[in-house]
């Protein structure tokens, strides 16, 4: 069974660009949250997902962040327009239930 | 607000040590997490502990929930070169699904 996959790996852009990353959970997780890790933090909560409706978006840092999860499969996550601070590692991860969470590889993104 | 205190932040040991990982808080958690996160990876969890006192083993891992399941602790006996990774502790409040880490632990064990 395929786990949760991420794409981009890495991105790298310039400062008020828009950059949108996407992940596909592992079939038939009906959860789907996302995390951030900036350098020298801990990983952050961004928001959960249960099918496509926001059960939890307290995490998110503000408007320039939108996350989507249409049809209540894969996700996107756009951050427009991104700024310096937004750079860091991005990680998706999901659940069957509110049990395990199984994470993806991260996308690195780097805002320049 | 950092809610998990993880330390030592970094650990450099010869094969064959033993250690022990703290993660410590003054928030009462639902339950706690371990996780080992390998570079260009995801955390990969390990363990969830969810009774106060509750003590897990894994191999050579054992895992401890604090009675008052504010702190945890993750020791390996006779560390391996295959053990070094980032280990993060986790955990859940009484409400919410969201996770909340600790910073981790690098762990280096040289042969």
């Known amino acids: 069974e395929a786990g949760v996959t991420q794409f981009p790996s890495h991105s790298v852009i310039e400062k008020g660009q828009t950059v949108t990353l996407r992940c596909d959970p592992i079939?038939?997780?009906?959860?789907l949250y996302w995390y951030r890790r900036v350098m020298g933090k801990e990983i952050k909560f961004l928001l959960h997902f249960v099918k496509e409706s926001k059960q939890d978006e307290s995490g998110m840092p503000n408007n320039r962040f939108l996350a989507e999860r249409t049809g209540g499969t894969y996700s996107t996550l756009k951050v427009q327009p991104a700024e310096l601070e937004d750079s860091g590692v991005y990680f998706c991860?999901?659940?069957?239930?509110?049990?395990?969470?199984?994470f993806g590889p991260g996308t690195r993104l780097t805002v320049l | 607000t950092q809610l998990l205190e993880q330390s030592p932040q970094f650990l450099s040991i010869q094969e064959g040590e033993n250690l022990t990982v703290y993660c410590n808080s003054s928030?009462?958690?639902?339950?706690l997490q371990w996780y080992r996160q390998e570079p260009g990876e995801g955390p990969v969890l390990l363990v969830t502990?969810?009774?106060?006192?509750e003590v897990k083993k894994l191999k050579r891992l054992t895992f401890q929930f604090g009675d008052a399941r504010k702190d945890s602790s993750l020791h390996i006996t006779a560390a391996q070169p295959g053990d070094t990774g980032l280990y993060l502790c986790?955990?859940?409040?009484?409400?919410?699904?969201?996770?909340?880490f600790g910073k981790g632990t690098s762990l280096l064990v040289t042969p």
């Open positions: 079939s038939g997780h009906d959860n």
């Open positions: 991860a999901s659940s069957q239930y509110t049990d395990t969470q199984y």
């Open positions: 928030s009462v958690f639902s339950s």
């Open positions: 986790a955990g859940y409040l009484n409400s919410g699904y969201a996770l909340n």
């Open positions: 502990v969810v009774t106060g006192g």
